[in-house]
């Protein structure tokens, strides 16, 4: 068993796991966390690995960063 030192944002988190019943203490909220957490590193990790695959096989188009700002600004003024 190891023992971590929790922030006040994280304890107050887990108090609130508690509390919905999403988890009976606070081992378990941290163990879901952790595999949560591992879950979502190994779909990036799995994602960029796609993209990367895509860039190789020439699956690319070029970037208009006019068009991307122009875009950014109008979604801004919404």
Same mark, same amino acid.
């Given at each position: 068993?190891?023992?971590?030192? @929790?922030?006040?944002?994280?304890?107050?988190?887990?108090?609130?796991?508690?509390?919905?019943?999403?988890?009976?203490?606070?081992?378990?909220?941290?163990?879901?966390?952790?595999?949560?957490?591992?879950?979502?590193?190994?779909?990036?990790? +799995?994602?960029?690995?796609?993209?990367?695959?895509?860039?190789?096989?020439?699956?690319?188009?070029?970037?208009?960063? +006019?068009?991307?700002?122009?875009?950014?600004?109008?979604?801004? @003024?919404?």
């Amino acid at each position: 068993m190891k023992t971590v030192e @929790i922030s006040a944002s994280g304890a107050e988190l887990i108090d609130r796991l508690i509390a919905s019943g999403t988890c009976e203490d606070a081992s378990q909220a941290v163990e879901i966390s952790l595999r949560l957490l591992d879950d979502k590193l190994q779909r990036l990790r +799995e994602d960029v690995a796609l993209g990367m695959k895509d860039v190789r096989e020439g699956r690319v188009a070029p970037l208009d960063m +006019e068009a991307i700002i122009r875009k950014a600004k109008m979604a801004h @003024i919404r």
